[in-house]
């Protein structure tokens, strides 16, 4: 996800423009829970073989139940929402209840709508100037829609990101999901470099399963210089400052503050004519241990 477009407040989502540097490792693994069964590939430094450390994060630190009245705003002690679009994308995003509420039953959701008219909104949060971490196992449990050219995501941006700009805030794409392939995720980081969209590194899950319409717990475990991304606590790809090519710089040993959006259309989702609207991503929970 990139931050292009007029989003308020600043940020964005990339458009998986960065050049991936590194060579694809295939890992034939098989992982399951429940009924879930995921193999892997990756652009990261990780290869098969290769035990993941582990990344220690014992506490609590922040969390969000999304307990509250149906219809209610999400507490603005914790989130702020978004207005605008970005990224050439159709929605535009809005403070409605209609586009971002809480249903009463412990869940914050965020519904794309498509008026009679052929436009597009949706909802889109973030924790900018209300919460902000630097490493640790940051987690969120969603409920991700299906259908094409839809494209939620859960992830993060640098807090310097209004000071220096994309890429060189860098980013952390927690989860992202293109409604034209419901067996994949994607966790990706974009980071600075000498092209004007940085570089881009992605790793992608792969389900025996839809992941659609039923809820799973999407994450990374964040270290100095190591970032793992997780699907129902077991990874599927680790990038690190070996991951980068020459000239790429980690920008990835610093606070970053986190975003959850529902985004329509785009280079990566497709066109959503064909899907049924409204369609809704439900978020269960968000907390990070640290």
Not at 45 to 71: K, Q
Not at 130 to 146: D, M
């Amino acid at each position: 996800m990139s931050c292009g477009g007029s989003a308020q407040p600043t940020a964005g989502r990339s458009v998986r423009i960065g050049i991936l540097v590194c060579c694809v490792v295939a890992l034939s693994v098989a992982v399951a829970w429940g009924a879930v069964h995921v193999s892997r590939s990756t652009t990261s430094g990780s290869s098969a073989g290769t035990r993941e450390p582990e990344i220690r994060a014992p506490g609590l630190v922040w969390d969000d139940e999304f307990s509250g009245p149906a219809g209610s705003a999400p507490s603005p002690a914790r989130w702020v929402l978004e207005t605008g679009s970005r990224d050439g994308t159709l929605q535009e995003y809005t403070r409605s209840a209609a586009n971002v509420s809480l249903d009463g039953h412990g869940h914050l959701v965020l519904t794309a709508r498509r008026a009679a008219s052929g436009d597009y909104t949706s909802g889109a949060v973030q924790t900018s100037g209300r919460f902000q971490t630097t490493y640790g196992r940051v987690e969120a449990r969603i409920e991700i829609p299906s259908g094409a050219g839809l494209w939620p995501a859960f992830w993060a941006l640098g807090t310097d990101f209004s000071r220096v700009g994309w890429p060189q805030s860098g980013e952390i794409d927690i989860m992202e999901n293109s409604g034209n392939d419901p067996l994949k995720i994607t966790g990706s980081i974009h980071g600075p470099w000498r092209k004007p969209d940085g570089y881009a590194i992605h790793s992608d899950g792969f389900s025996s399963i839809p992941l659609a319409n039923t809820f799973h717990v999407y994450g990374v475990l964040w270290g100095p210089n190591r970032i793992t991304f997780t699907l129902d606590g077991t990874p599927y790809g680790t990038v690190t400052p070996k991951s980068l090519s020459p000239g790429q710089r980690w920008a990835f040993n610093k606070p970053f503050f986190l975003i959850l959006d529902l985004a329509v259309g785009g280079q990566e989702a497709g066109s959503p004519r064909a899907t049924r609207f409204p369609a809704r991503m439900l978020v269960d929970w968000v907390r990070v241990y640290r």
